[in-house]
């Protein structure tokens, strides 16, 4: 096994307990659906988080073989991206019905939301690495992008009032998933933009 067979492998496990967590949060959301009004907003970013994930797992699964630009410094920004992934995972939904208590909106409000400063922290990262390791041109649409995808997720994280974060959550769920469609195909290519 070769060193990026290695740190593909911790990712991917970092990546799949992210995964994990998100599920388990909807599991937790139907099963006590009847006792507990139910949020979208919540379930919005939830769903944005779980694209990204699988688009982060599948860059990282897509850089080429020949990639010899591996240093500590770049596993460790790796390593950085696949925790804050994890840690907006497991903050965002709750994850036993004792959490979830009598509104999604109320938890989130007061847990969840706490998962979006994370996010926009990945989306900063991403930007800092695709420059740093990857040689990508910060001055490119795809950086100017990524910067909206950090700041609405602060903006929700932010937001005083409910009015501002379900207009910025619609607006981050249009944003997030144009970027994936514009941005992510069949030939990917990962040394352009690795988690974006």
């Not at 379930?43 to 020949?66: M, Y």
């Not at 903050?91 to 969840?112: K, M, R, V």
Request: with cysteine; glycine share 6%; charged share 10%.
């Amino acid at each position: 096994m070769d060193s990026f067979s290695q740190i593909a492998a911790v990712v991917s496990i970092i990546i799949g307990l992210g995964m994990t967590r998100l599920l388990s949060g909807g599991i937790v959301l139907f099963r006590g659906r009847h006792r507990s009004r139910v949020d979208w907003i919540p379930l919005v970013w939830a769903g944005i988080l779980f694209l990204v994930i699988v688009q982060f797992w599948w860059s990282v699964n897509h850089i080429p073989p020949g990639f010899n630009g591996w240093s500590i410094e770049s596993v460790v920004a790796l390593s950085l991206l696949t925790c804050l992934l994890f840690v907006s995972a497991a903050l965002l939904l709750p994850q036993s019905e004792a959490d979830q208590a009598t509104d999604l909106a109320q938890f989130f409000e007061n847990e969840g939301r706490w998962s979006l400063l994370f996010f926009a922290l990945y989306n900063l990262a991403t930007i800092a690495a695709n420059g740093f390791f990857f040689g990508a041109d910060v001055r490119q649409l795809w950086a100017a992008l990524s910067l909206i995808e950090v700041a609405l997720p602060l903006v929700a994280f932010f937001s005083p009032t409910r009015r501002v974060r379900a207009i910025t959550t619609l607006g981050a769920a249009v944003v997030f998933v144009a970027i994936l469609v514009l941005f992510t195909d069949a030939r990917f290519d990962a040394t352009l933009r690795m988690g974006f």
